[in-house]
């Protein structure tokens, strides 16, 4: 992908995690520019390492995670080898709204605090008075009467708890957001509000990055995709390519499962043995070949659209 | 601020008021199971030319001839009432004797705990947030230690030491002054400080910290390994690591998030050391010469003082219920979700 | 429940190899069990170990232990106590009376418990209420106390101890129990065992039993250094006071009789204090590797990353 403006650039990342001596990798050497000031989807199932490739954006990285490779956020190195920092990045260009709101929120302060706390870091101001009008300013913007700055966080609605979220989110104004998997717990009117709310954040010039399962809410949101699948980035593109015309066979066969075609669809057995060096697909894959026991790099047909397959 | 309702302070005076039924009951009925004659146990095993008329006034007051039920509610009664029999041993009223005991007990009980409290909260916070570091490796084994070791084990250890070292800090106050202080509350510590005389004060304090330090080992190593495991267990919530998200520093994001959160726990787990503690306290008091419920029961097993053991049973209990009432009400305090 | 703890743990052998503290705490209690079986039928001086006061041994009251460049006689490596009975001996012979005492109060107030729990949560209410009340009750008698009443009634001797706190653990084991009964009663497979008009009893015998004991035995196991400690804590009240000599080789007993000669003769009261803190180290670390095991994120490496 040939782009100047670059928000989030990765280049051979890995990203592991140590457990009882071994490293498990969930992201396998990852090649990925997002640009700046447009809707990114990572679409995968889970264990594809979305979430470990959103967590690495936002700097949520656990303490025992391992690194190799690079990762800038807005031109700064936030990973470099087993270099990990985020100073300077997290909370102020990059903000996750999380998955789960009303357990992202401390349960012991209220709302007001939540804010004040916030903004008072943020923007280096001293007066609560001035964060808590931020935060009403905010509130506004996501439909919340600002009595909710009172309560606290368990006598919030799932759905209210979503807008809390997205309001801190509005309220801190960073350059990137990254909303993982944010309609997972909603039903389905809320998450057209989500939806709206989350263009809004686009439409002022902020990149979003969304980590999910679901390729219809993606295709609804975002103008990239990106489909993962076992720590590999498969195919690359813009929205309207990829669900068109989309060249890899996972690829297509979620976008069957989107459009509940199951034909095709059988159980895949013996996944975990599927080779690191080798495509993560092949053990699934209908047009499996020899060449797949190597790892297939991604190969772009035209300027934005690129899949990793060898069976084009 | 919440405060609890009223409907839960009732509920709890309705269980000490339970309890202590429970407990009179139990320990009447317990010395109906004992071998040979109640009477017999009640007069605390007399031997000798007084026994037979120790016998016979002790059937005189647990009413033998009459029917069982009436007796425990004679018993339980007379308990209510305030007359809680005579101490075999300090040929006392018991009431009295273990009025005097526990203000003794607690004045070491509230010193200790002030000391391992904060003491504890400090040192586990330092223990998580340096985990795997050198600091949290000794504070680690330090802790581990002071739960394994036996505190009496240690007291007698530190008691020696400071012998060696020449400082006799044995009793709770020098016996020079023992007469120089009015008697108010019954703790020679506030008794001193009401009066205004500091040098006394300065001496109980003395002589009450070397054992509260013994006493407070053990709630603090417990402090300590409480909030080393809670707070790496709350830096793995999901709030802590959307805090982290927003940005929050990281003093901000230990005190005010993660630490908040183990308050309620810490709150829970002092109210059942404490009951804890009180056997610690017993063998402390013992090695350091001071009055307390520990000493009292020493003086009372060899007299079979079933009545002074009786009415330290009602009132550890009743003891019990208050400090555990308290960290209720801490919890309540400390966390938005839980109501009483 | 029950089947995720039994697969984490695996074997023992398992346990020894991958834990550290449990094997540490293994070997410990592993020596002391040994050294318990060996003392109670062998000591160096073994009719003192038991208490007889023999007449050679009169003559060499309060002797001093072996320390390093001060040994008055090499015999008595931990001297000897005010009736001149060899120290040495008398630890020995006092291993087993700690480790029966401790596991009889474990296995006893956990199958109590245990019992007790499940007749909370798992028949009707008036049980429920009744049982909890009792479980309430026990938990707020302090054991220290309980004993000295028992000892009021039934006579000095362990018994009395070990009944005493059978009743003040076996609440705590019963309360962990109810809270677990609580939970399980509420899912699918208890309740389709229940629709298909299993007997309670029935029910409680194969499935919440097997489901509730492994966790009750983990907490118990975790549980056992504070038993001996505590066990300790008040032989060594009785053994304050105690107006005679002690015969019984009890550790707790030996240190509580001996702090009247604390200033002249230390030795008495420290080397079976040592044994207890040794024991109970031995019995916490082998707690601790037992729960580490079962979450094994207590045990990675942190370092605070932000």
Same mark, same amino acid.
């Given at each position: 992908?040939?782009?100047?403006?670059?928000?989030?650039?990765?280049?051979?990342?890995?990203?592991?995690?140590?457990?009882?001596?071994?490293?498990?990798?969930?992201?396998?050497?990852?090649?990925?520019?997002?640009?700046?000031?447009?809707?990114?989807?990572?679409?995968?199932?889970?264990?594809?390492?979305?979430?470990?490739?959103?967590?690495?954006?936002?700097?949520?990285?656990?303490?025992?995670?391992?690194?190799?490779?690079?990762?800038?956020?807005?031109?700064?190195?936030?990973?470099?080898?087993?270099?990990?920092?985020?100073?300077?990045?997290?909370?102020?260009?990059?903000?996750?709204?999380?998955?789960?709101?009303?357990?992202?929120?401390?349960?012991?302060?209220?709302?007001?605090?939540?804010?004040?706390?916030?903004?008072?870091?943020?923007?280096?101001?001293?007066?609560?008075?001035?964060?808590?009008?931020?935060?009403?300013?905010?509130?506004?913007?996501?439909?919340?009467?600002?009595?909710?700055?009172?309560?606290?966080?368990?006598?919030?609605?799932?759905?209210?708890?979503?807008?809390?979220?997205?309001?801190?989110? @509005?309220? +801190?104004?960073?350059? !990137?957001?990254? /909303?993982?998997?944010?309609? $997972?717990?909603?039903?389905?009117? #809320?998450? *057209?509000?989500?939806?709206?709310?989350?263009?809004?954040?686009?439409?002022?010039?902020?990149?979003? @990055?969304? +980590?999910?399962?679901? !390729?219809?809410? /993606?295709?609804?949101?975002? $103008?990239?995709?990106?489909?993962? #699948?076992? *720590?590999?980035?498969?195919?690359?593109?813009?929205?309207?390519?990829?669900?068109?015309?989309?060249?890899?066979?996972?690829?297509?066969?979620?976008?069957? /499962?989107?459009?509940?075609?199951?034909?095709?669809?059988?159980?895949?057995?013996?996944?975990?043995?599927?080779?690191?060096?080798?495509?993560?697909?092949?053990?699934?894959?209908?047009?499996?070949?020899?060449?797949?026991?190597?790892?297939?790099?991604?190969?772009?047909?035209?300027?934005?659209?690129?899949?990793?397959?060898?069976?084009? | 601020?919440?405060?609890?309702?009223?409907?839960?302070?009732?509920?709890?005076?309705?269980?000490?008021?339970?309890?202590?039924?429970?407990?009179?009951?139990?320990?009447?009925?317990?010395?109906?199971?004992?071998?040979?004659?109640?009477?017999?146990?009640?007069?605390?095993?007399?031997?000798?030319?007084?026994?037979?008329?120790?016998?016979?006034?002790?059937?005189?007051?647990?009413?033998?001839?009459?029917?069982?039920?009436?007796?425990?509610?004679?018993?339980?009664?007379?308990?209510?009432?305030?007359?809680?029999?005579?101490?075999?041993?300090?040929?006392?009223?018991?009431?009295?004797?273990?009025?005097?005991?526990?203000?003794?007990?607690?004045?070491?009980?509230?010193?200790?705990?002030?000391?391992?409290?904060?003491?504890?909260?400090?040192?586990?916070?330092?223990?998580?947030?340096?985990?795997?570091?050198?600091?949290?490796?000794?504070?680690?084994?330090?802790?581990?230690?002071?739960?394994?070791?036996?505190?009496?084990?240690?007291?007698?250890?530190?008691?020696?030491?400071?012998?060696?070292?020449?400082?006799?800090?044995?009793?709770?106050?020098?016996?020079?002054?023992?007469?120089?202080?009015?008697?108010?509350?019954?703790?020679?510590?506030?008794?001193?400080?009401?009066?205004?005389?500091?040098?006394?004060?300065?001496?109980?304090?003395?002589?009450?910290?070397?054992?509260?330090?013994?006493?407070?080992?053990?709630?603090?190593?417990?402090?300590?390994?409480?909030?080393?495991?809670?707070?790496?267990?709350?830096?793995?919530?999901?709030?802590?690591?959307?805090?982290?998200?927003?940005?929050?520093?990281?003093?901000?994001?230990?005190?005010?998030?993660?630490?908040?959160?183990?308050?309620?726990?810490?709150?829970?787990?002092?109210?059942?050391?404490?009951?804890?503690?009180?056997?610690?306290?017993?063998?402390?008091?013992?090695?350091?010469?001071?009055?307390?419920?520990?000493?009292?029961?020493?003086?009372?097993?060899?007299?079979?003082?079933?009545?002074?053991?009786?009415?330290?049973?009602?009132?550890?209990?009743?003891?019990?219920?208050?400090?555990?009432?308290?960290?209720?009400?801490?919890?309540?305090?400390?966390?938005?979700?839980?109501?009483? | 429940?029950?089947?995720?703890?039994?697969?984490?743990?695996?074997?023992?052998?398992?346990?020894?190899?991958?834990?550290?503290?449990?094997?540490?705490?293994?070997?410990?209690?592993?020596?002391?069990?040994?050294?318990?079986?060996?003392?109670?039928?062998?000591?160096?001086?073994?009719?003192?170990?038991?208490?007889?006061?023999?007449?050679?041994?009169?003559?060499?009251?309060?002797?001093?232990?072996?320390?390093?460049?001060?040994?008055?006689?090499?015999?008595?490596?931990?001297?000897?106590?005010?009736?001149?009975?060899?120290?040495?001996?008398?630890?020995?012979?006092?291993?087993?009376?700690?480790?029966?005492?401790?596991?009889?109060?474990?296995?006893?107030?956990?199958?109590?418990?245990?019992?007790?729990?499940?007749?909370?949560?798992?028949?009707?209410?008036?049980?429920?209420?009744?049982?909890?009340?009792?479980?309430?009750?026990?938990?707020?008698?302090?054991?220290?106390?309980?004993?000295?009443?028992?000892?009021?009634?039934?006579?000095?001797?362990?018994?009395?101890?070990?009944?005493?706190?059978?009743?003040?653990?076996?609440?705590?084991?019963?309360?962990?129990?109810?809270?677990?009964?609580?939970?399980?009663?509420?899912?699918?497979?208890?309740?389709?065992?229940?629709?298909?008009?299993?007997?309670?009893?029935?029910?409680?015998?194969?499935?919440?039993?097997?489901?509730?004991?492994?966790?009750?035995?983990?907490?118990?196991?975790?549980?056992?250094?504070?038993?001996?400690?505590?066990?300790?804590?008040?032989?060594?009240?009785?053994?304050?006071?105690?107006?005679?000599?002690?015969?019984?080789?009890?550790?707790?007993?030996?240190?509580?009789?001996?702090?009247?000669?604390?200033?002249?003769?230390?030795?008495?009261?420290?080397?079976?204090?040592?044994?207890?803190?040794?024991?109970?180290?031995?019995?916490?670390?082998?707690?601790?590797?037992?729960?580490?095991?079962?979450?094994?994120?207590?045990?990675?490496?942190?370092?605070?990353?932000?």
């Amino acid at each position: 992908m040939v782009l100047n403006e670059v928000a989030v650039r990765a280049r051979n990342l890995w990203i592991g995690y140590e457990e009882e001596g071994e490293i498990l990798w969930a992201l396998n050497g990852i090649d990925i520019d997002i640009p700046k000031a447009t809707a990114f989807c990572i679409v995968g199932e889970s264990g594809s390492g979305k979430s470990t490739l959103g967590n690495a954006i936002a700097g949520l990285l656990p303490p025992y995670a391992v690194t190799k490779g690079r990762l800038d956020v807005y031109n700064i190195s936030v990973i470099d080898g087993d270099k990990v920092d985020y100073s300077g990045v997290r909370g102020s260009i990059v903000v996750r709204i999380p998955q789960n709101p009303l357990s992202a929120l401390n349960p012991y302060l209220k709302i007001e605090s939540v804010f004040s706390d916030i903004l008072k870091q943020r923007f280096r101001i001293n007066s609560k008075v001035k964060a808590l009008e931020i935060a009403q300013k905010a509130l506004k913007a996501v439909d919340l009467p600002s009595d909710v700055l009172g309560r606290y966080p368990h006598q919030l609605s799932g759905g209210m708890g979503q807008r809390v979220a997205i309001a801190l989110t @509005i309220a +801190i104004d960073p350059e !990137i957001v990254v /909303a993982d998997e944010p309609t $997972s717990n909603l039903d389905a009117y #809320l998450k *057209g509000a989500t939806l709206n709310l989350l263009r809004d954040i686009v439409r002022k010039g902020k990149t979003l @990055i969304v +980590i999910t399962h679901d !390729i219809l809410f /993606a295709s609804a949101l975002c $103008s990239f995709i990106a489909v993962m #699948l076992m *720590g590999n980035v498969v195919e690359i593109g813009k929205t309207e390519e990829v669900l068109s015309n989309p060249l890899h066979p996972y690829t297509r066969e979620l976008i069957d /499962a989107a459009n509940l075609n199951f034909k095709n669809s059988k159980y895949a057995i013996n996944r975990s043995k599927t080779n690191l060096r080798g495509c993560a697909y092949s053990s699934r894959c209908p047009k499996h070949s020899a060449r797949c026991y190597e790892k297939p790099k991604l190969f772009y047909i035209n300027e934005s659209h690129g899949v990793a397959c060898w069976n084009l | 601020m919440k405060m609890p309702s009223l409907n839960y302070i009732i509920k709890r005076i309705a269980t000490a008021f339970f309890v202590v039924l429970g407990v009179l009951m139990l320990t009447y009925v317990l010395i109906y199971f004992s071998p040979g004659n109640p009477a017999y146990t009640w007069a605390g095993r007399p031997r000798g030319p007084k026994a037979e008329e120790a016998i016979k006034a002790a059937e005189e007051e647990l009413g033998l001839n009459k029917p069982l039920y009436l007796q425990i509610y004679t018993h339980i009664n007379r308990f209510f009432k305030g007359d809680w029999g005579l101490s075999l041993r300090f040929k006392q009223p018991v009431l009295l004797v273990v009025t005097r005991n526990l203000v003794a007990s607690l004045e070491l009980l509230v010193v200790a705990f002030s000391i391992a409290i904060p003491l504890g909260i400090i040192l586990g916070v330092v223990s998580a947030l340096y985990r795997g570091y050198l600091v949290d490796k000794v504070l680690y084994v330090a802790s581990l230690l002071l739960i394994s070791f036996p505190r009496f084990w240690i007291a007698i250890l530190f008691y020696v030491f400071l012998q060696m070292l020449g400082v006799n800090l044995f009793g709770r106050i020098a016996p020079s002054y023992m007469l120089m202080v009015e008697s108010r509350v019954g703790s020679y510590i506030i008794d001193s400080l009401i009066s205004g005389r500091v040098e006394i004060f300065a001496d109980t304090l003395m002589r009450a910290l070397p054992p509260a330090v013994i006493v407070a080992l053990y709630p603090m190593a417990l402090t300590i390994r409480v909030i080393r495991f809670s707070i790496s267990e709350k830096l793995h919530e999901e709030y802590v690591r959307q805090a982290m998200s927003y940005g929050l520093s990281r003093s901000k994001i230990v005190y005010r998030y993660a630490l908040r959160g183990v308050i309620p726990a810490i709150s829970q787990l002092h109210g059942i050391t404490f009951a804890y503690s009180i056997v610690d306290t017993a063998t402390v008091e013992n090695i350091f010469g001071r009055d307390g419920i520990g000493s009292a029961i020493v003086k009372a097993i060899p007299y079979n003082d079933y009545p002074l053991i009786i009415g330290l049973l009602a009132v550890s209990g009743i003891l019990f219920i208050v400090v555990n009432t308290v960290s209720d009400i801490i919890q309540v305090i400390s966390d938005p979700r839980v109501r009483i | 429940m029950g089947v995720i703890v039994k697969s984490r743990l695996g074997s023992l052998h398992n346990l020894v190899k991958t834990s550290k503290k449990f094997s540490i705490g293994f070997t410990i209690v592993l020596v002391i069990a040994i050294l318990s079986i060996v003392g109670f039928f062998n000591s160096p001086y073994h009719m003192e170990g038991w208490g007889i006061v023999t007449e050679e041994a009169m003559g060499r009251q309060g002797l001093a232990p072996c320390l390093p460049f001060y040994c008055p006689n090499a015999n008595h490596v931990f001297g000897t106590d005010d009736m001149g009975r060899d120290l040495l001996s008398r630890i020995l012979v006092g291993a087993h009376l700690a480790l029966i005492q401790t596991v009889t109060v474990v296995f006893t107030s956990i199958a109590l418990g245990v019992l007790m729990g499940i007749a909370a949560g798992y028949s009707n209410t008036v049980v429920e209420k009744l049982s909890t009340y009792l479980i309430e009750l026990l938990i707020i008698i302090p054991s220290m106390v309980l004993a000295a009443a028992l000892i009021a009634i039934i006579g000095r001797g362990i018994q009395s101890v070990i009944i005493a706190l059978i009743l003040t653990w076996s609440p705590w084991y019963a309360r962990l129990t109810y809270i677990l009964v609580r939970q399980l009663r509420e899912l699918d497979f208890i309740k389709i065992c229940e629709a298909m008009g299993f007997s309670r009893t029935y029910i409680a015998y194969r499935h919440i039993v097997p489901n509730v004991a492994p966790l009750i035995f983990i907490e118990g196991i975790t549980d056992s250094s504070s038993v001996l400690i505590e066990i300790a804590s008040i032989n060594f009240l009785i053994g304050a006071a105690s107006l005679t000599s002690i015969d019984l080789p009890d550790w707790g007993m030996i240190v509580g009789y001996g702090i009247r000669y604390v200033r002249t003769f230390w030795w008495i009261s420290f080397f079976p204090g040592l044994f207890i803190a040794l024991t109970a180290l031995g019995l916490i670390l082998l707690g601790d590797g037992l729960s580490e095991t079962l979450s094994p994120w207590l045990k990675r490496r942190w370092k605070l990353w932000f």
